[in-house]
């Protein structure tokens, strides 16, 4: 069975943007200008994207990048070898910001107009993969045709208001089928109902540190029931150097720490045993809606 894989095309300052409250007031400065967020990437997106682009080339995979808007002005060389090497282009917002209002969701939009002009995406991901459903029926004026900025199996997917949504997989030790209230984004809460969000990027360097391969045990107990997985991922982790970036530790950083972990070997894993295809070839391929 072939899966969903999904790549979060964002540096690592974007990744900073939305734990900036947890971080130390000098990097949280630099994060808040463009120049300094692109200072900050160093060039490094476009190496570790190319690394992935070539290991998916080697396999023979597709997937969907869910692009942050202003990368179009930094490397716009890049997301356009992303298109011609097969791959399908998505949005996740301009800046990478967490849209607070539907206004926030626009503005992002009107920012990121000539990378929508020029790509053209389909789907979305709010940044976090959070959303409320009032931003649905926005995303689906703007012209977006899907969207997957929550966590839950597969056959909970619906239309909501013109939009598809579809989630990122999780698996429930409890055998219950969730329902797809949204948001439903990864939390303290999903994981108290003993539901573990496999698919997300947190999750698979969590499970990348004990062994490379534990991702696969969830991803063949979806593929057993008949649905594909849907995975969730970032250049910035198969990085296998440290960040080195955030200038000091807190009590507030504690929980980010596994997304300090390179999950370079799960990728590598995943890749070599799975079959994965775009977001829009699953839409497709299952005939959903």
């Known amino acids: 069975m072939k899966n969903c894989l999904t790549i979060d095309l964002e540096s690592i300052a974007h990744r900073y943007l939305t734990e900036r409250k947890s ?37 023979g995979h597709t997937a969907t990048f869910f692009i ?5 002005s930094w490397y716009p060389e890049l997301i356009q070898e992303i298109a011609e090497r097969g791959h399908e282009v998505a949005y996740h917002s301009h800046t990478h910001q967490l849209l607070q209002t539907i206004d926030s969701l626009r503005t992002s939009i009107q920012q990121s107009e ?14 976090r993969a959070k959303i409320t459903r009032e931003f649905l029926a ?11 900025s929550s966590y839950g199996p597969l056959d909970i997917s619906q239309k909501i208001d013109g939009v598809i949504e579809i989630p990122i997989s999780t698996h429930s030790f ?6 797809l209230t949204l948001p439903r984004h990864l939390s303290l809460d999903l994981l108290l109902k003993l539901e573990i969000p496999f698919g997300s990027g947190y999750f698979i360097s969590l499970m990348s540190a004990v062994s490379p391969n534990l991702i696969g045990y969830f991803i063949e107990k979806s593929n057993r029931k008949g649905y594909p997985s849907v995975l969730c991922i970032h250049p910035w982790q198969l990085s296998r ?11 507030a950083r504690l929980g980010y720490l596994p997304y300090d972990i ?11 045993n799975y079959r994965f295809f775009s977001m829009s070839e699953l839409i497709e391929d299952m005939g959903i809606f």
């Open 114 to 127: 000539d990378f929508i002009r020029s790509h053209r995406p389909r789907g979305f991901r709010a940044p």
């Open 174 to 179: 409890l055998g219950k089928k969730p329902s």
């Open 23 to 59: 971080l130390s007031g000098e990097i949280r400065d630099r994060i808040l200008s463009e120049e300094g967020r692109r200072a900050i990437d160093g060039g490094a997106l476009p190496r570790n994207t190319r690394n992935m682009l070539d290991i998916l080339s080697r396999y």
């Open 241 to 251: 150097e440290t960040s080195g970036k955030v200038s000091s530790m807190n009590l």
């Open 138 to 148: 926005e995303l689906s004026r703007q012209g977006f045709v899907y969207d997957s």
């Open 262 to 272: 390179s999950c370079y070997r799960a990728f590598e894993y995943l890749v070599e």
């Open 68 to 72: 942050v808007g202003e990368l179009h």
